[in-house]
């Protein structure tokens, strides 16, 4: 059974950056698109960026664009998030996460995610 394990959070001051990395055990995903959300305290899990199985789509939250980039090793089984320019509103525990079908592009809605990480923090101070 695949497992997601994110890593790569901690806290960083505003403007500087982090790079959150999503690997896969128990089994390749490298026909899987990936999606990242965040979710603060008391608040919903939002869509951060998203990518297909093969790096040629990507999509982001307009409040991420020109600031974060997600990519994707398929060699190494690992997908990544470069944050830079971090704000404290960037602030939120941070989840990386599959879709049932492979080839399948999840896209921005949580509900198309099926196996999700269990996430790491990222906390920008100001």
């Known amino acids: 059974q695949v497992q997601l394990v994110e890593s790569g959070g901690g806290l960083v001051q505003s403007g500087g950056s982090l790079r959150l990395s999503c690997a896969a055990s128990g089994r390749s995903f490298s026909n899987y698109g990936l999606g990242w959300f965040r979710q603060a305290p008391g608040k919903e899990r939002n869509f951060v960026a998203a990518?297909?199985?093969?790096?040629?789509?990507?999509d982001y939250a307009d409040s991420v664009k020109g600031r974060f980039t997600i990519s994707r090793d398929n060699a190494k089984n690992t997908v990544y998030l470069q944050m830079n320019s971090l704000k404290p509103e960037d602030t939120a525990a941070y989840y990386c996460?599959?879709?049932?079908?492979?080839?399948?592009?999840?896209?921005?809605?949580?509900?198309?995610?099926?196996?999700w990480g269990q996430g790491t923090q990222v906390t920008v101070s100001s």
């Open positions: 990518i297909n199985w093969n790096g040629g789509r990507t």
């Open positions: 996460a599959i879709p049932r079908r492979t080839y399948y592009y999840g896209g921005v809605s949580s509900n198309e995610y099926a196996l």
